[in-house]
C-alpha cells in the first residue's frame, strides 16, 4: 500500500526554527563584515560577525530536528514478501548463531 507523501508536514516548528536562524546569521554576518559600525570610536563589526556564525550553528540543530522528525518508518513485516523476510531471516539467525558459538579447539598436549 503507497503511503501519501504529507510534504513539510512534520516538525514545521523545527523548519521555522532553522530558517529563521540562518536568515539571523546570515545577515547579521554581512552587516558585520560590510557595514561600518563604529559607535564612539569601538567597532562591532566583529561581535556581529561572530553572533550570526554562532547562529547560523544553532540553525544546525534545527535542521538535524526537522530532519530527523521527517524520516518515514520502516516498513512492517506484512508490507514485506513473505518468503524472501523468512528466508532473511533464516540467514541472518544462521549467521549470528555462528559468530556466537564458541568454537573449541583441541590443543595438542
Not at 28 to 52: K, N, T
Not at 83 to 89: F, H, I, L, N, Q
Request: glycine letters at 10%.
Amino acid at each position: 500500500m503507497a503511503h501519501k507523501y504529507d510534504g513539510l508536514s512534520h516538525c514545521k516548528l523545527a523548519l521555522v526554527f532553522a530558517v529563521v536562524m540562518d536568515l539571523l546569521g546570515v545577515v547579521s554576518l554581512l552587516l558585520g563584515v560590510f557595514a561600518p559600525l563604529e559607535i564612539q570610536g569601538q567597532d562591532f563589526g566583529d561581535l556581529l560577525v561572530y553572533s550570526g556564525a554562532l547562529l547560523v550553528l544553532f540553525s544546525l540543530a534545527g535542521w538535524v530536528m526537522w530532519y530527523s522528525g521527517n524520516i518515514e518508518g520502516l516498513t512492517s513485516k506484512k508490507e514485506l514478501s513473505g518468503a524472501m523476510v523468512g528466508a532473511m531471516d533464516r540467514l541472518a539467525r544462521s549467521l549470528s548463531r555462528k559468530i556466537r558459538i564458541p568454537r573449541t579447539h583441541s590443543s595438542p598436549s
